[in-house]
C-alpha cells in the first residue's frame, strides 16, 4: 500500500472497488431482484445537443442531450459514463458471486461465494443489533492508561479494520524505488478534509453541526444516554479538529519533497514521546525496523499533543466513535441508516440509500478481488481485446516520444532524459500475471463483521509483509473490473484494468478515431502523468531525482502556472471555484493526452490509408476524435458532492475537464471551424506536453 498516494489515477474513487469504500450505505432491500443494466455505447448521437455550438461550449454539444437524459438516480450522488459502466460491470459480477454464492464450483467461488452470502443476509445484520462492536467497545472502556493507549491503537489497526489516529503500512523508498519500507501517515479524520474542522464559513459550520449530530446518533445507538452521547460527541470533534490542524494539506501533499522524511524509528519517539511506539510495532507485528518514513512529522507532534492533553475518557470517546463508525454501514438497519444519513445525503446529496446487492458485490470485489477477478475476466474480456489494447499503447508511446523532441521550450539534455523514462515505462494491462492468494483468508458464510475484519486484518498484515522485500512490480492497485486507470511513479508504469476497456471507452468494432478519442486519451492521460508537476520529479527509475536543466524546469514551472489560473478560474457550484494547484497533475495530463492522442489517430489513419476527412454519422474523424473525448465525461451531479469534489478531488468535474482542455487544443478549433477569441478558442490558451 503506497501511503503517501496510491498513483495518479483517471477518476477518484469510481468503479467496483471504490464503491466499497466507509461512505458506501447500507440497506435490507436484498430480496429485490436486480435487472442486467444496458451496455454503454461508444460514440452516442443521441447525447448531442445540436442546438448548442461548439466553439461556445463543446460540454453542451457533446453531451447536452445526455445529461437531460440521464438524472441522477436515487442511489446515486452523481451519473456519468463511468457510472454507467460501472454499473454494467457490478452487476455482471454480482451475477458471478450470486451462482458462486448458491452453487460453487471451485474452492475460489466456495470462499468469495460465502463472503457475498454474508453480506447478503440482512436477516441476520439486523437480530445482531449492535453485538458486533460491544467486545471491542469493552476493551476500550478498559482502557487502564494512556500508556496502553498504543497497544489497543494497534489491535484496532492490524485485527479489527478501525484506523485510529494514523495510518501504517508499506510503500517504495522515494529515493531508492528497489526498496519497500515503512511508513507513517496521517490519518485520523471521519470528515472529507481538513477544511472542514477548520473553516468557520456558514456551510461548514453547519456541517460540523450535523456531524456532530451524526456522532450523537451513533453513541446513543450503542446505548449511550442524551447526556453522555453529547459529552463524547464534543470529545471526538475536539480531538479530530486537533488532529485537522496538525495535517499537511492536500496541495502540499502532492509535493514528494514534503511526504519524505526519512528517520530512525526512534525519530517517531521523539515526535510523539506519549505514544508507546514499542507496543504499537509489536502490536500490529511489524517486521524489525531501524528506518521509516515518517510522511508528515508535524501530524505527528500534534497526535502527541492530543494524548497529552486529552483526558483518559475523552481518548476512549474517540477510539469508541471509531470502532462503531467503521463498523457501521455493515450493520443493522438504525445504524447503516444513520452513516447513510450523513455521509451519502447530508454530505453528497444522495436521495436514496444503494441497493443492498450493489453494496455487498462492491464490497466483496474490495476484499476478494483478485478472486472473483479471475473469473470475471475470462467471460468479460477476451485475448483479442488485450491484443488490440496493446496496439493502441504503442501508438501513443510513439506520439509521445515525438511529442517530446518537438517540444520548443525544452532542451535537448532534458529531452534526453525524458526519453530515457519514457523507454523504461512499465505496462499492465486487464489483469495480474499472477493472482493473489487469498487461501489463508477465514471467511464464514454467517458472519458478515468478522468477515470484513479478518479481510481487513489479512490485508493489513499482507500490506506489512512488504517491508524489506524486494519490488514486486507485477502487482496491482486495482481490481479487474474497475472502471479507471492509474500511473504509478515510483513503479513508472500505466495500468488499465479489464473494467475499463469496454465501451463507452474502448469498442475495437469502432473506427481508430473514437477508440483513439476514448481510450487513447486515458492512454496519453496515464502517460503524462509520468510528466506533470508531480511525476516529473521523478525518473525513469521511479526515484525521486532532478533530472531537468534549470532552465527547462524553470519554463515548465510557467507553463503549468498557466494551467493553475486557467482551472483555478472554474466554478463548478456558485461561490465554490476548482483549486488549480490540487487539480495540477490531472489537468496536465488530460492536455497532454488528448493532444498525444489526436497526433497518434493521425499516424493511424495515415498508415492505414485512411482518409481523415472522410465523414462518418456526419463528422470527420477529427471530430469524431473529439466527441468521443467530451462524452466519456458525461456526467450530473448534486450541488453537495460538487462541493466536496472541489475540496477533495484532484480531478476537475466533467464540464471543465472537456471544455478546459479543448479550449487549449488548437486542433480542435480546427476541426470544428472555431475562430479566435471565441470561448473554445481562447487567445491565451495553455500548453505544457
Not at 492536500?250 to 525519530?267: E, F, I, N
Request: hydrophobic content about 35%; aromatic content about 10%.
Amino acid at each position: 500500500m503506497q501511503l503517501t498516494r496510491i498513483a495518479s489515477m483517471l477518476l477518484l474513487c469510481t468503479g467496483i472497488a471504490a464503491a466499497q469504500s466507509s461512505f458506501a450505505p447500507a440497506d435490507t432491500s436484498s430480496s429485490a431482484a436486480p435487472k442486467a443494466p444496458a451496455a454503454p455505447q461508444s460514440f452516442d448521437l443521441t447525447a448531442i445537443d445540436k442546438s448548442a455550438d461548439p466553439c461556445t461550449d463543446f460540454y453542451q454539444y457533446a453531451c447536452g442531450n445526455w445529461r437531460k437524459d440521464h438524472p441522477i438516480p436515487g442511489d446515486q450522488s452523481r451519473w456519468g459514463r463511468f457510472n454507467e459502466l460501472g454499473e454494467r460491470n457490478r452487476y455482471l459480477l454480482y451475477v458471478d458471486l450470486k451462482q458462486a454464492a448458491d452453487s460453487p464450483k471451485t474452492p475460489l467461488q466456495k470462499q468469495y461465494g460465502d463472503f457475498f452470502a454474508s453480506c447478503m443476509n440482512t436477516d441476520e445484520v439486523d437480530k445482531l443489533g449492535d453485538k458486533p462492536v460491544l467486545p471491542l467497545l469493552e476493551q476500550v472502556d478498559g482502557l487502564s492508561g494512556k500508556g496502553k493507549l498504543a497497544a489497543l491503537v494497534a489491535q484496532l489497526q492490524a485485527q479489527d479494520g478501525t484506523r485510529a489516529f494514523f495510518n501504517f503500512g508499506s510503500e517504495q523508498d522515494e529515493k531508492d524505488s528497489t526498496k519497500q519500507i515503512a511508513g507513517a501517515f496521517q490519518g485520523g479524520l471521519t470528515l472529507p478534509d481538513r477544511d472542514y474542522y477548520l473553516l468557520d464559513d456558514a456551510r461548514m459550520t453547519k456541517i460540523r453541526a450535523e456531524y456532530k449530530d451524526y456522532v450523537v446518533s451513533v453513541f446513543k445507538l450503542v446505548g449511550d444516554d442524551d447526556a453522555k452521547a453529547k459529552a463524547e460527541a464534543e470529545s471526538v470533534l475536539t480531538i479530530e479538529t486537533a488532529l485537522a490542524k496538525g495535517s499537511t494539506p492536500r496541495v502540499d501533499l502532492r509535493d514528494p519533497d514534503k511526504r519524505y522524511h526519512p528517520m530512525p524509528v526512534s525519530g517517531l519517539k521523539t515526535l510523539a514521546p506519549d505514544f508507546d511506539w514499542n507496543s504499537y510495532l509489536s502490536g500490529i507485528h511489524a517486521p524489525s525496523l531501524a528506518t521509516l518514513n515518517v510522511a508528515t512529522p508535524d501530524f505527528f507532534k500534534a497526535m502527541n499533543g492530543v494524548i497529552a492533553e486529552q483526558s483518559m475518557d475523552g481518548l476512549k470517546s474517540y477510539l469508541r466513535f471509531h470502532v462503531i463508525n467503521s463498523a457501521a454501514p455493515w450493520m443493522s438497519t438504525p445504524f447503516a441508516d444513520a452513516h447513510f444519513g450523513f455521509f451519502q445525503k447530508t454530505l453528497q446529496g444522495q436521495a436514496e440509500q444503494t441497493a443492498r446487492w450493489k453494496r455487498c458485490t462492491a464490497l466483496t470485489d474490495g476484499a476478494l478481488g483478485e478472486a472473483v477477478g479471475q473469473d470475471w475476466v475470462k467471460q468479460n474480456f477476451p485475448p483479442d481485446a488485450k491484443a488490440n489494447m496493446e496496439k493502441l499503447v504503442a501508438a501513443l508511446r510513439k506520439a509521445l516520444a515525438e511529442d517530446i523532441q518537438q517540444l520548443p521550450w525544452m532542451t535537448e539534455a532534458t529531452k534526453k532524459q525524458a526519453e530515457l523514462k519514457l523507454d523504461a515505462f512499465r505496462q499492465k494491462i486487464g489483469y495480474p500475471e499472477k493472482w493473489r492468494d487469498y487461501s489463508a483468508l477465514e471467511v464464514k458464510r454467517d458472519d458478515l463483521l468478522g468477515n470484513i475484519r479478518r479481510s481487513d486484518a489479512f490485508e493489513f498484515q499482507w500490506d506489512l509483509g512488504h517491508i524489506g522485500k524486494p519490488v514486486n512490480e507485477k502487482e496491482w492497485g486495482m481490481t479487474p473490473p474497475t472502471v479507471n486507470a492509474y500511473y504509478d511513479p515510483s513503479m513508472n508504469d500505466i495500468n488499465f484494468p479489464a473494467g475499463i476497456l469496454q465501451p463507452p471507452f474502448y469498442d475495437y468494432t469502432k473506427d481508430p478515431a473514437v477508440n483513439f478519442g476514448a481510450i487513447g486519451v486515458v492512454i496519453g492521460h496515464e502517460m503524462t502523468h509520468g510528466f506533470d508537476d508531480e511525476g516529473s520529479k521523478y525518473d525513469a527509475q521511479g526515484n525521486v531525482k532532478n533530472w531537468w536543466t534549470p532552465a527547462d524546469r524553470t519554463a515548465f514551472d510557467a507553463k503549468t502556472d498557466c494551467e493553475v489560473k486557467e482551472y483555478g478560474s472554474f466554478e463548478p457550484v456558485p461561490g465554490q471555484k476548482l483549486n488549480g494547484k490540487l487539480t495540477l497533475g490531472e489537468n496536465t495530463a488530460d492536455n497532454g493526452g488528448i493532444h498525444i492522442a489526436y497526433q497518434a489517430l493521425l499516424s493511424t489513419l495515415a498508415q492505414d490509408h485512411i482518409d481523415p476527412n472522410k465523414k462518418i454519422d456526419g463528422y470527420t474523424a477529427a471530430q469524431r476524435f473529439f466527441i468521443s473525448f467530451a462524452q466519456v465525461w458525461c456526467e450530473n451531479k448534486t450541488d453537495q458532492s460538487a462541493r466536496v469534489a472541489a475540496r477533495v478531488d484532484p480531478h476537475s468535474p466533467g464540464m471543465f475537464r472537456t471544455n478546459g482542455t479543448v479550449q487549449n487544443s488548437e486542433e480542435f478549433g480546427k476541426a470544428f471551424g472555431c475562430h479566435l477569441g471565441q470561448p473554445m478558442m481562447p487567445k491565451d490558451a495553455c500548453r505544457v506536453w
